[in-house]
């Protein structure tokens, strides 16, 4: 397996090589962060139950899929947890068959989205899924037989920024208190 950073420093086109976010597929999201908030004392957790994906595409073909997810900052990573609802195809159940559960991908905030993609693309690598979450467009690079996990690239945009930093800053000092929240609390 190609060491992630000789990779990444030898592709022309990538910039985003600052990974911001580390992702687990959970089979519980609730029973997940409160294991992390208490093992790990990160926290607290933001639930976005039910997110509606727009224009998605798995493996380049039309695409459904129900998830949820979880995010927490912990230090400069934000912690985010998915739980797919449904046993459709998707990049999730690329590397976890229903019932299982792991590291799943990290996340970079690309400022010029398509060339992020277009770099990846051009090293040979394939969109595994890509759509929109709202404004912000994401495409998950499927970089697993390289390194064993995804890179998703999310478009950085405003409004997901502003919550990102909400979210960093609610865990600064953080003490313990009310391990899960509603995306609602983030006014999001």
Known sequence: MQDIRSFLSASPGIHSTRFFQAAWVVNDLEEAAERWARTFGV???????????????????????????????????????????CDRPSAYRDLYAPGEQGFHHV???????????????????????????????????????????????????????????????????WDGNRPIRSQADLGF
């Open 43 to 85: 926290g607290p957790f933001y639930l976005f139950d039910g997110i509606t994906l727009d224009n998605l595409r798995y493996r380049g073909a039309p695409a459904e899929m129900d998830f949820s997810a979880a995010l927490a900052q912990a230090g400069d990573l934000q912690i985010e947890l998915i739980r797919q609802g």
């Open 107 to 173: 996340g970079v905030l690309a400022e010029d989205f398509d060339a992020e993609v277009a770099a990846y693309r051009n090293q040979g690598f394939a969109a595994a899924a890509e759509g929109a979450v709202g404004p912000m467009r994401f495409t998950y690079i499927d970089t697993s037989p390289m390194t064993g996990f995804m890179i998703e690239v999310m478009e950085a945009n405003e409004p997901f920024q502003q919550a990102f930093a909400e979210i960093a800053r609610s865990s600064q000092g």
